[in-house]
């Protein structure tokens, strides 16, 4: 099994420029999410859904927008860059909520962001 | 909001030695998890907790979910120099949703052999 898997791992944009950061997972997970990581703030949830069709906002959402229009995959996009989206981006999903297990993600091996 | 604190924010240990860190709540959670992170990979859960008082090990790691739900520990016996990386804590209720995950700032780990 691949995984949660995510493209690019490094990307460097300039100001006001977009771009998508792709993420798919094969595990049938219901749950998938975006986080950026950012030195001494720890893990911080930009967006996540519950299923396809199903998206809701975390505790970072200004300037991503997301869409889940299958199960597999959950693209995440920059509408207009800033360098305060300079991060490490991570992907990650697990089971569906009516299982015990629904917070034990699975995570992918990151997208690195610089913004100029 | 809800909120984390873990501790300590870093540890610079010899190998051999044990390692404690904790996570602390102003908040009851249902569910403790603890994750480790490598240099440039994503986090990967090490314990899962799902009861309050249950004491969990996974080889050399051992996590308990305290009694007052409010908190959580994970001690390393024996540390090698695989151990280094970046622990997470993080909180969850039932009903909630990846919403309703909160992660602790992480415990930065590093071994001299």
């Known amino acids: 099994n691949a995984g949660v898997t995510q493209t690019p791992k490094f990307q460097v944009l300039k100001t006001g420029q977009s771009m998508t950061l792709q993420c798919a997972q094969d595990m049938n997970h219901e749950y998938m999410s975006w986080y950026r990581q950012d030195p001494g703030m720890g893990l911080r949830l930009i967006h996540y859904?519950?299923?396809?069709?199903?998206?809701d906002q975390g505790e970072v959402p200004n300037g991503y927008n997301v869409s889940r229009s299958t199960t597999e995959d959950f693209p995440l996009r920059l509408l207009s860059a800033a360098p305060s989206q300079t991060s490490v981006y991570f992907c990650a999903s697990s089971y569906g909520g009516r299982r015990l297990s629904f917070g034990e993600l699975f995570f992918g091996e990151g997208s690195r962001l610089t913004v100029l | 909001g809800q909120q984390l604190n873990q501790s300590p924010q870093s540890m610079f240990i010899q190998e051999g030695e044990d390692v404690s860190m904790n996570c602390t709540s102003s908040?009851?959670?249902?569910?403790w998890l603890w994750y480790k992170q490598e240099p440039g990979e994503g986090p990967v859960l090490l314990i899962a907790l799902y009861k309050a008082g249950e004491l969990t090990s996974n080889g050399r790691l051992t996590a308990q979910f305290g009694i007052t739900r409010k908190d959580s520990f994970l001690n390393i016996s024996a540390s090698i120099p695989s151990d280094v990386g970046i622990y997470f804590c993080?909180?969850?209720?039932?009903?909630?949703?990846?919403?309703?995950?909160?992660f602790g700032k992480g415990t930065k780990l590093s071994v001299k052999p």
């Open positions: 908040s009851i959670f249902n569910t």
């Open positions: 859904s519950v299923g396809a069709g199903i998206t």
């Open positions: 993080a909180g969850l209720n039932y009903g909630g949703s990846q919403g309703n995950l909160i």
